[in-house]
């Protein structure tokens, strides 16, 4: 059982996480019609050169493979991303960003970043920033989610 410290600390992690993934959303939809989950789906498609199978995928934003599946169909029918089967794996799926998924992206990063900066960065200092960092690195499990 974590001491009082431990259940406050944890208590404090789940609220500010719960908040702010709210409001990054509630921002983000209402300056660029774009949900957060789905920026992050075309985000981590963009930081690894624009494509990725489905599990890959599905590790980096932490969706279930059920969730992910719905998220990509949606992004599918608004021309953000394509999917196709993997080159010799006929199981396998790659989701790939299109040229609009790009567009989208450079549009929606920067409202993004002040939301983080306003919401998050610019209530810390250089050095909470630094402890918090080190703290929840050593707290980040190896998820995968089904």
Same mark, same amino acid.
């Not at 409001?23 to 989950?37: C, K, N, Q």
């Given at each position: 059982?974590?001491? #009082?410290?431990? %259940? +406050? $600390?944890? /208590?404090? !992690? *789940?609220?500010?996480?719960?908040?702010?993934? =709210?409001?990054?959303?509630?921002?983000?939809?209402?300056?660029?019609?774009?949900?957060?989950?789905?920026?992050?789906?075309?985000?981590?498609?963009?930081?690894?050169?624009?494509?990725? #199978?489905?599990? %890959? +995928? $599905?590790? /980096?934003? !932490? *969706?279930?493979?059920?969730?992910?599946?719905? =998220?990509?169909?949606?992004?599918?029918?608004?021309?953000?991303?394509?999917?196709?089967?993997?080159?010799?794996?006929?199981?396998?799926?790659?989701?790939?960003?299109?040229?609009?998924?790009?567009?989208?992206?450079?549009?929606?990063?920067?409202?993004?970043?002040?939301?983080?900066?306003?919401?998050?960065?610019?209530?810390?200092?250089?050095?909470?920033?630094?402890?918090?960092?080190?703290?929840?690195?050593?707290?980040?499990?190896?998820?995968?989610?089904?």
């Amino acid at each position: 059982m974590p001491g #009082r410290t431990g %259940e +406050l $600390a944890w /208590r404090a !992690l *789940l609220q500010a996480h719960a908040t702010l993934m =709210r409001r990054l959303d509630t921002d983000l939809r209402e300056h660029t019609g774009l949900r957060l989950a789905d920026f992050d789906v075309l985000a981590q498609l963009a930081d690894a050169g624009g494509e990725l #199978r489905m599990t %890959e +995928l $599905a590790a /980096r934003t !932490l *969706l279930s493979r059920s969730g992910l599946t719905r =998220r990509v169909a949606r992004l599918v029918d608004e021309g953000l991303v394509r999917r196709a089967n993997a080159a010799g794996d006929g199981r396998g799926v790659v989701v790939a960003l299109t040229d609009s998924g790009i567009a989208r992206l450079t549009e929606t990063v920067p409202v993004h970043l002040r939301g983080v900066s306003k919401l998050f960065v610019e209530r810390l200092d250089d050095q909470e920033l630094a402890v918090l960092g080190t703290a929840l690195g050593k707290v980040i499990v190896d998820c995968t989610f089904g």
